[in-house]
């Protein structure tokens, strides 16, 4: 029977973007409204964590290979940042580059693939929402910074097949979630079909992230829907809800732990209702998610020599 924690970890507005290191062993992700990226080590169960400044941070990958060294998508740059962990002082930061989309948007979610490559996408970032401005994108420091399709509402869940075959996205204004035909080598997604429709299934919230387990099965987080469902991607099956009945902003999930059949679930806060706030006090947490007997694949890092 599955177990969930909430974990000891500081009130957060925006909770994003859980990526489990294996090296270190220990789980980075983001507050996007913080601005803040934090380290978790569930060894000790304490958590760290610094400000970048004053934009929002949209995600944190590890740099393979070179310890206190991320990826962060930060407002329209990606950025690499030079963290001491041990001290936890921000040592330095050097833009990559610059995107060129309209100043009101922001970086969203953002996950590496098994070349090192990094994919991620933007959205309006404002009060007033406007749909269909984003975009998303990938980059590497030789291939530099690829648009792969324009006309994005919010960038979501990003997941990949094992064999690099296939290429999962999430846009979540469409509710639904997106498989391509995928080309790692050349990175290129293409023939993208919709495998699994939230209104079709009557699924609670919208989708956010995702991830995908040993089984070729998709998680995927129910922004304002209480819960984390797994999905058969092929049959189209609705495998299991898990529930979180305090937290009504789901938002990113990540497989970690030693064995990876963790699940890491991250949490927000922001634009709440009175009414929906009283109902859900956990709200901005991140939790861990034990005994699903489900267990992911080591997350990629950021490669700086491709």
């Known amino acids: 029977m599955a177990k969930i924690e909430r974990l000891n970890v500081e009130h957060m507005t925006l909770g994003e973007g859980p990526h489990w ?5 220990s789980l980075f992700f983001v507050d996007i409204r913080g601005p803040k990226i934090f380290k978790y080590s569930p060894q000790t169960n304490t958590t760290i964590s610094i400000s970048l400044g004053t ?3 949209g995600f944190v990958v590890p740099v393979k290979g070179q310890p206190d ?6 407002k329209l740059n990606l950025t690499l940042v030079h963290w001491d ?3 936890n002082k921000l040592v330095s930061k050097e833009v990559l580059v610059t995107l060129p989309d309209p100043t009101s948007n922001r970086i969203n979610d953002g ?5 090192g490559r990094i994919w991620f996408g933007t959205m309006i970032d404002g009060k007033e929402f406007i749909a269909g401005v984003g975009s998303f994108y990938s980059f590497t420091k030789k291939e530099g910074l690829k648009k792969h399709q324009d006309k994005i509402s919010i960038s979501n869940g990003i997941a990949n097949t094992p064999d690099n075959k296939t290429f999962y996205y999430i846009d ?5 979630i997106d498989a391509y035909n995928f080309n790692i080598d050349e990175a290129k997604i293409e023939n993208g079909k919709p495998i699994y429709d939230y209104k079709k299934n009557n699924i609670a919230g919208i989708p956010d992230g995702m991830t995908i387990d040993t089984d070729g099965n998709l998680w995927i987080a129910c922004f304002g829907g209480n819960q984390v469902i797994q999905i058969n991607p092929t049959t189209g099956e609705l495998i299991r809800c898990v529930q979180f009945p305090k937290a009504h902003q789901i938002t990113s999930v990540s497989f970690g ?6 699940l890491y679930v991250t949490s927000a806060e922001e634009n709440v209702p009175a009414d929906v706030k009283a109902k859900n006090p956990e709200s901005g947490s991140l939790y861990r998610v ?4 489900a267990k992911g694949f080591p997350a990629a890092n950021f490669d700086l020599n491709v």
């Open 111 to 115: 996950k590496a693939d098994a070349s």
């Open 172 to 176: 979540s204004l469409k509710y639904q």
């Open 21 to 25: 290191d294996p090296e270190s062993q």
């Open 69 to 74: 060294r991320f990826i962060v998508g930060e």
């Open 55 to 57: 934009d929002p941070v």
């Open 85 to 87: 962990t041990k001290a």
């Open 257 to 262: 732990g030693p064995n990876l059949d963790e």
């Open 290 to 293: 034990t005994g699903l007997g």
